[in-house]
């Protein structure tokens, strides 16, 4: 897989774990799932998880690929 193509792919997973993450805190501080009772607070919880197991790891991953990217780059020349 092309280093762009795998660059774009954590990016947009980065984007949908935030999105979870956001859809889950408003549903745990909404009163939209307050009829379901601690189920409601369940999902909300898992909304919020399955977004921090998305979003960090590869947020981690990501920045290490851009600074191998990066290395050959910034190599300083020797001054004499």
Do not use: W
């Amino acid at each position: 897989m092309a280093q762009k193509t795998l660059i774009r792919i954590l990016h947009l997973v980065i984007v949908s774990g935030l999105l979870l993450i956001f859809t889950g805190h408003y549903l745990v501080t909404s009163d939209t799932l307050n009829h379901l009772g601690p189920l409601g607070f369940v999902i909300g919880a898992s909304c919020i998880a399955l977004g921090l197991i998305m979003s960090l790891p590869t947020k981690i991953y990501l920045t290490i690929l851009l600074m191998r990217r990066e290395k050959p780059s910034t190599q300083e020349k020797p001054s004499v």
